[in-house]
Nanobody
Framework: QMSLVESGGGLVQAGGSLRLSCAAS????????MAWFRQAPGKEREFVAT????????YYADSVKGRFTISRDNAKNTVFLQMNSLKPEDTAVYYC?????????????????WGQGTQVTVSS
């Protein structure tokens, strides 16, 4: 069983930045593909970004490309999401997810482990 705990969410003005963290425990972190998803009120959970085992490969949703950066520190069992130039439409609960086989998957059900989420609110 892997446990994931997100942190770093909050309230920020449009144009601002936030850095989310997701701390993992319970399994060998470096063997897991990691991803960030988000869910806005009344909407389905959607893919944001994913990163390979070593961090050498990353992929992003078109809506965040060029503004968000996913990274990981395998020594600290943590994945990050740096969010710049935030927009009100980025407002959502952000979740990290992990799986051993879901490389570059943008499908929620492909991921076995999920955190509890952290709220990001961007005011206009």
């Amino acid at each position: 069983q892997m446990s994931l705990v997100e942190s770093g969410g909050g309230l920020v003005q449009a144009g601002g930045s936030l850095r989310l963290s997701c701390a993992a425990s319970g399994r060998t972190f470096s063997r897991y593909f990691m991803a960030w998803f988000r869910q806005a009120p009344g909407k389905e959970r959607e893919f944001v970004a994913t990163i390979s085992y070593t961090g050498s490969n990353t992929y992003y949703a078109d809506s965040v490309k060029g503004r968000f950066t996913i990274s990981r520190d395998n020594a600290k069992n943590t994945v990050f999401l740096q969010m710049n130039s935030l927009k009100p439409e980025d407002t959502a609960v952000y979740y990290c997810a992990a799986d051993t086989t879901a490389w570059n998957s943008r499908i929620v059900r492909d991921y076995d482990y999920w955190g509890q989420g952290t709220q990001v609110t961007v005011s206009s």
